[in-house]
């Protein structure tokens, strides 16, 4: 088979498929460079090939000849042994959401980068004396960014501006009134209007995202059936900070037709991000314990000459797996069965293990829901307590019978702590 090169244009890379096709080539396999692979994945598959995305870590050649021709040739002949696995590559629908959900994401990350804006404001109104951050908990809740888009807009009057506060805003209205006597000089004024622009150039383009967001989800649940039951009560009715803007777990049920919402440690935000990472299909891991392995949350399985060398996780760089671990942080702190887990585990073994391990729970309770529709119900921490005791006292009484010793309870004491 001869070589030949190709530029990196556009129409070279259709010139490249033309060559394929004159030399009735049906299969590609690719490694995945940073993103230089993106252009030429989707126009080989756009052009009808099958294209798969190898990790570069996994199709090594042998040490020396190392150069672009030998490579590619080192990948043909894996391809055509059938030894290359492709990486996962979600269908076009999630793909666009996905794209979505990370520039919304580094949207947040530019905002958070430059809390300089909101600090400008807070020290704009200090230096006029308007002591809001002592009346409210955050100025960029509700009532604070009422009260602030009411002075730039001109409004001075204490007794007015005390009234855009909201109801769930602990303060009362004469103590924001009294709070809000100060000194309005222009060049602070114009200080807190140019800082208050710059802070709303973010929000406005997160906004924007979520309107793209909104629309596409939407989509996608008229595409897919409708769920069979009405959507529960949501646990937690508290909204996050750097949340989308509309209702998300309703618009996934929608979706899906399962609520991700009722595994405790995914919110809302979160669960949507995991099916930008993974989508709503998840037939292309056939158990759970695959889809564990590729997200690096499963134990690995080092051996040689029949003695364990290792079995730690696999370091990963993976999205889905960083935000379950998120997840597991968060659910380490609830009174529930996975918090429990957690707890009992991070005592032990340290909290890095106690994530990882909550983590793989997760997944695979997410995995059984997205894949079985199985709906999770928290047994709650202390029927864990209960079960894991009776695990520790049958494996202690088997454990003394095998060597001739009767395990007794002690009288009195039904119920000892078990760690």
Not at 7 to 22: I, N
Not at 85 to 112: H, K, N, W
Not at 329 to 339: K, N, Q
Not at 343 to 362: E, F, M, N
């Given at each position: 088979m001869p070589v030949r090169t190709f530029?990196?244009?556009?129409?070279?890379?259709?010139?490249?498929?033309?060559?394929?096709?004159?030399c009735g080539v049906t299969s590609v396999a690719m490694e995945s460079t940073g993103v230089y692979w993106i252009p030429v994945y989707e126009i080989l598959e756009q052009r009808g090939f099958e294209v798969i995305l190898v990790n570069a870590r996994y199709a090594k050649n042998v040490p020396g000849r190392?150069?672009?021709?030998?490579?590619?040739?080192?990948?043909?002949?894996?391809?055509?042994?059938?030894?290359?696995?492709?990486?996962?590559?979600?269908?076009?629908?999630?793909?666009?959401?996905?794209?979505?959900?990370?520039?919304?994401?580094?949207?947040?990350?530019?905002?958070?980068?430059?809390?300089?804006?909101?600090q400008h404001m807070q020290k704009a109104l200090m230096e006029m004396n308007l002591q809001l951050h002592h009346v409210v908990s955050d100025i960029t809740g509700a009532t604070g960014m009422r009260i602030i888009r009411a002075i730039v807009a001109g409004e001075r009057n204490p007794d007015v501006l005390a009234t855009y506060r909201d109801a769930r805003c602990h303060s009362s209205i004469e103590t924001i009134r009294a709070a809000l006597v100060g000194n309005n000089r222009h060049e602070h004024v114009f200080a807190l209007t140019q800082s208050l622009e710059l802070y709303d150039v973010y929000q406005a383009k997160m906004l924007d995202c979520d309107r793209k967001l909104e629309v596409l989800i939407a989509a996608l649940g008229n595409r897919g059936a409708k769920p069979g039951r009405k959507l529960p009560r949501p646990r937690v009715k508290t909204k996050q900070v750097n949340t989308p803007t509309f209702d998300v777990r309703t618009a996934l049920y929608g979706v899906l037709g399962v609520d991700l919402t009722e595994i405790h440690g995914l919110g809302p935000s979160l669960a949507l991000k995991l099916i930008g990472e993974c989508g709503t299909d998840l037939r292309a891991w056939p158990t759970a314990k695959h889809f564990t392995s590729w997200l690096c949350l499963a134990p690995g399985n080092k051996i040689s000459g029949g003695k364990v060398l290792s079995s730690r996780t696999r370091r990963s760089?993976?999205?889905?797996?960083a935000l379950l671990r998120l997840a597991a942080?968060?659910?380490?702190?609830?009174?529930?069965?996975?918090?429990a887990f957690?707890?009992?585990?991070?005592?032990?073994?340290?909290?890095?293990?106690?994530?990882?391990?909550?983590?793989?729970?997760?997944?695979?309770?997410f995995y059984n829901t997205l894949r079985y529709g199985m709906s999770y119900r928290d047994p709650g921490a202390t029927q864990y307590e209960q079960q894991y005791r009776s695990r520790v006292v049958a494996n202690l009484q088997r454990r003394a019978k095998s060597l001739g010793f009767l395990l007794q309870a002690i009288p009195g004491d039904a119920n000892p702590a078990v760690s």
């Open positions: 530029g990196t244009f556009t129409e070279d890379l259709h010139h490249l498929a033309d060559w394929f096709k004159a190392k150069s672009d021709v030998s490579d590619a040739a080192w990948l043909r002949q894996l391809h055509s042994y059938g030894l290359l696995r492709g990486s996962f590559r979600p269908d076009a629908e999630i793909a666009t959401l996905r794209a979505y959900l990370r520039q919304r994401e580094r949207l947040v990350e530019y905002a958070a980068a430059h809390i300089q804006h909101i760089s993976s999205r889905a797996a942080t968060t659910v380490g702190r609830s009174d529930t069965a996975l918090g957690y707890r009992r585990l991070s005592s032990r073994a340290g909290k890095s293990k106690a994530v990882t391990a909550t983590a793989r729970k997760i997944a695979v309770l």
